[in-house]
């Protein structure tokens, strides 16, 4: 099984940038895929960004070019850079990771992103 644990959310101003953590157990992250996904009050949980056991990476239409994930496979951990953050992005953020064994999805408790003025 695998514990996420997310971290670096808060308030930040439109065009600002904050960086979110999510820290897994476990001694086999590497073979994980991870993503990244979130939710605003009202709306349905949407994806952001998944990057894959080989590195490669998939974000949506409309982060791209503003955020970036990424994983430190040595501390168990994946990132989401963003940067030029708008209202719009503001959302509880979710990490997820896949198994590759089994399909399970396990989620942490999301962290609260508020980008206002």
């Known amino acids: 099984q695998v514990q996420l644990v997310e971290s670096g959310g808060g308030l930040v101003r439109p065009g600002g940038s904050l960086t979110l953590s999510c820290a897994a157990s476990?001694?086999?992250?590497?073979?994980?895929?991870m993503g990244w996904y979130r939710q605003a009050p009202g709306k349905q949980r949407e994806f952001v960004a998944q990057i894959h056991s080989g590195g490669n990476t998939n974000h949506a239409d409309s982060v791209l070019g503003r955020f970036a994930i990424s994983r430190d496979n040595s501390k168990n951990t994946v990132y989401l850079q963003m940067n030029s953050l708008k209202p719009e992005d503001t959302a509880v953020y979710f990490c997820?990771?896949?198994?590759?064994?089994?399909?399970?999805?396990?989620w942490g408790q999301g962290t609260q992103v508020t980008v206002s003025s």
């Open positions: 476990g001694s086999i992250f590497s073979i994980y895929s």
């Open positions: 997820n990771a896949v198994s590759p064994m089994t399909g399970e999805v396990y």
